[in-house]
């Protein structure tokens, strides 16, 4: 079992930045591909960052490209998403996953086995 405790949300203004973190617990975090959804009011949760685990290699979502940076700080369990340049439509709840295996779709929420409670991110035009 894997726990993750995201934080670092909260209200900013568009063209503002924010620096989440998520903290894993539970199992051995070099063992996890690590990442990010957001889901805005009224629509289905959207891939937003990946991380992998070895290489780690970074994917992002066309929107948030040449805006987010994902990284993960191995000695801390930690993984970041630092967000800059926001506009209003990211506002969104932020959550943080894991996932141990590649198998399938990374965009796809199913793929990934461990989900944080989530943390809001609100951006006022």
């Known amino acids: 079992q894997v726990t993750l405790v995201e934080s670092g949300g909260g209200l900013v203004q568009a063209g503002g930045s924010l620096t989440l973190s998520c903290a894993a617990s539970?199992?051995?975090?070099?063992?996890?591909?690590m990442g990010w959804f957001r889901q805005a009011p009224g629509k289905e949760r959207e891939f937003v960052a990946r991380?992998?685990?070895?290489?780690?290699?970074?994917t992002y979502t066309d929107s948030v490209k040449g805006r987010f940076t994902i990284s993960r700080d191995n000695a801390k369990n930690t993984v970041y998403l630092q967000m800059s340049s926001l506009k209003p439509e990211d506002t969104a709840v932020y959550y943080c996953?894991?996932?141990?295996?590649?198998?399938?779709?990374?965009?796809?929420?199913?793929?990934?086995?461990?989900w944080g409670q989530g943390t809001q991110v609100t951006v006022s035009s």
């Open positions: 539970g199992r051995t975090f070099t063992d996890y591909h």
């Open positions: 991380i992998t685990k070895s290489t780690e290699r970074r």
């Open positions: 996953v894991a996932d141990r295996f590649l198998s399938g779709n990374l965009y796809s929420p199913s793929e990934y086995d461990y």
